[in-house]
């Protein structure tokens, strides 16, 4: 997919990238993944980093809840990255990700 290796890669490493790049995809893309935003009540947050106007933050804790516990321990145990750290620097880089992504607030078709 290529979208999160500039942004990712150089901050936490190509095993991040390549692990959100598969979770993007098993989820059925950015459309999928925004709507796991929109289910866990964290619609708006995800729609400003789609919009044309400021990325409102995300906490380490909104991540998780939509990622799943599993999810995150299993990205932190094959990234020999701890959690929280792993949570953390997804909570600084997956607004501008987004941001990137959807270029005149548009969710690109897959």
Do not use: C, H, Y
Request: no cysteine; proline share 7%.
């Amino acid at each position: 997919m290529g979208l999160f290796d500039g942004i990712l890669g150089g901050v936490v490493g190509a095993g991040l990238t390549t692990a959100l790049q598969g979770f993007i995809e098993k989820e059925g893309g950015l459309p999928a993944v925004v709507q796991k935003f929109e289910q866990q009540g964290l619609g708006g947050l995800v729609q400003s980093w789609i919009g044309t106007g400021s990325n409102l933050p995300v906490s380490a804790s909104q991540l998780e809840q939509v990622l799943g516990s599993d999810l995150v321990q299993q990205l932190s145990g094959k990234l020999g990255v701890p959690a929280p750290q792993l949570l953390q620097k997804l909570a600084q880089l997956l607004p501008q990700t987004v941001d990137k992504m959807t270029p005149g607030g548009v969710i690109p078709p897959r």
